[in-house]
């Protein structure tokens, strides 16, 4: 089970998301903008983050650079999801730091199987 934070605007999306990791046994909390997420890890330090790329104010982009540029916070992987679809989109967000990029829709086992894989070990 893995401790996770979902840094995403979307109550849909965070209902959607929360209910499926839930259901395969990982604990889930969520927030709602990318500054407050940045602030939830600092404190918190979730096993793994779900960040959304399209948010008003800061995007996540630019908070999944503060955070893997922060020692601190830098070990906690990021996976990103987003509709933005394009190839520079998932190069640009790896280049920022995030350990995986899915597109919207998202594959509910696509979903699980790469935070299987990022959080193992995880306690």
Do not use: Y
Request: charged fraction near 25%; include cysteine.
């Amino acid at each position: 089970m893995a401790n996770i934070l979902i840094i995403d605007d979307s109550p849909t999306d965070v209902r959607v998301f929360t209910t499926l990791l839930e259901r395969a046994g990982h604990k889930v909390d969520a927030v709602n903008s990318a500054e407050e997420g940045i602030e939830r890890v600092r404190s918190d330090l979730p096993d793994l983050i779900i960040m959304d790329v399209i948010m008003p104010g800061m995007n996540g982009f630019q908070a999944t650079r503060t955070l893997t540029r922060d020692p601190a916070t830098s070990t906690v992987p990021i996976v990103m999801i987003t509709t933005k679809s394009m190839e520079t989109d998932r190069v640009w967000g790896m280049r920022q730091g995030a350990r995986a990029f899915i597109t919207k829709p998202v594959n509910e086992k696509e979903l699980l199987a790469c935070i299987n894989d990022l959080s193992a070990g995880a306690t």
